[in-house]
C-alpha cells in the first residue's frame, strides 16, 4: 500500500497564512516529484504547485504564484506548502499527490494521492 499522508490544515482568516505537509509512507517516495491540489465545492480539481524531489524544479498555479511556496525536505520524505495572503477562495480540501513523472501540473500523470486536508479561509 502506498500512502501519502497531508497534515496542517485548518481555519485561518483573510491574510494569514497557513502551512501543509506531506508525509510520504517510505524513502523511496524521495524519488518522486510531488504536487499539491484543491478541490472547493463545487469546483473540479485544480492544480497548486508541484516540485521535482529529485530536483529543483517547481511549478504554480497562476492563481497561488506569489502567494504559496512548494519546499521539500528529502531527508524527512516531506513536502510542503506553505500559503501566504490566504484568501477566501483558497477554501478548498488541499490533495497531496505522487508522481513517477517530471514536474507536471497534469492529474492523470499522478501515480498516488492522499486523502486531503481541509483548508478554510475566512473573510
Known amino acids: 500500500q502506498v500512502q501519502l499522508a497531508e497534515s496542517g490544515g485548518g481555519l485561518v482568516q483573510a491574510g494569514g497564512s497557513l502551512g501543509l505537509s506531506c508525509a510520504t509512507s517510505r524513502r523511496t517516495f524521495r524519488s518522486y516529484a510531488m504536487g499539491w491540489f484543491r478541490q472547493a465545492p463545487g469546483k473540479e480539481r485544480e492544480f497548486v504547485a508541484a516540485?521535482?524531489?529529485?530536483?529543483?524544479?517547481?511549478v504554480y498555479a497562476d492563481s497561488v504564484k506569489g502567494r504559496f511556496t512548494i519546499s521539500r525536505d528529502n531527508a524527512k520524505n516531506t513536502v510542503y506548502l506553505q500559503m501566504n495572503s490566504l484568501k477566501p477562495e483558497d477554501t478548498a480540501v488541499y490533495y497531496c499527490?505522487?508522481?513517477?513523472?517530471?514536474?507536471?501540473?497534469?492529474?492523470?500523470?499522478?501515480?498516488?494521492w492522499g486523502q486531503g486536508t481541509q483548508v478554510t479561509v475566512s473573510s
Open positions: 499527490a505522487a508522481s513517477a513523472h517530471e514536474v507536471t501540473s497534469t492529474p492523470i500523470l499522478y501515480d498516488y
Open positions: 516540485i521535482s524531489w529529485g530536483g529543483g524544479s517547481t
